[in-house]
């Protein structure tokens, strides 16, 4: 289960401004900002950063989690470098598909300049299952009918329109 909840998790990436990082004292209170709603990718990704903290000794309290949901990263992201860039003990989880948004400067008037960028948590490979009784028994046949007719074979992808899991399966259909 613990495998197979670390393979969802999106290529998660923590950031923190730069004047957090500098702080010499460790923070009386830790923070990690999940830009979605609970239960997703972000909300894992702050709760495996906390368990790795607390394992570490790095803090001695359990991490409390903000949820600031919208635009794949980029209302978290702003809010947090507009209102609070030199809070210490403050990290948000981020994805590849938010960096992707970030670095095509969809993000409003904050770059990827504004942070400083620690760590990488995990990485999604994405995956493509059909059902058991499926006619495509390897990607080289689902690519073949994608092929013929691609009005024959529905692709589900999460997230929205230009985010990682959408292009993954955008990049798929181009084949």
Avoid at 27 to 43: M, N, Q, V
Avoid at 68 to 81: D, E, L, R, T
Avoid at 117 to 139: C, E, F, H, N, Q
Avoid at 159 to 168: E, F, L, R, T, V
Wanted: aromatic share 6%.
């Amino acid at each position: 289960m613990k495998k197979q909840l670390l393979s969802t998790l999106a290529a998660s990436v923590l950031l923190l401004s730069a004047s957090v990082v500098q702080a010499q004292d460790a923070p009386s209170r830790t923070e990690c900002i999940a830009p979605a709603k609970p239960g997703g990718g972000f909300d894992l990704t702050c709760k495996l950063i906390q368990v790795s903290l607390l394992e570490t000794k790095a803090i001695e309290k359990p991490m409390r989690v903000t949820y600031i949901p919208g635009g794949v990263g980029a209302v978290a992201y702003n809010a947090i470098v507009a209102q609070r860039p030199a809070e210490a003990g403050t990290v948000v989880a981020f994805s590849g598909g938010s960096l992707l948004t970030l670095s095509q400067g969809k993000f409003g008037r904050y770059d990827v300049n504004d942070v400083r960028w620690l760590a990488t948590v995990g990485t999604d490979y994405g995956m493509i299952a059909v059902r058991a009784d499926s006619p495509w028994k390897s990607l080289k046949d689902l690519l073949t009918a994608m092929e013929k007719d691609p009005n024959s074979v529905v692709i589900g992808a999460g997230a929205s329109i230009g985010s990682q899991d959408w292009m993954k399966a955008a990049l798929l259909a181009q084949q």
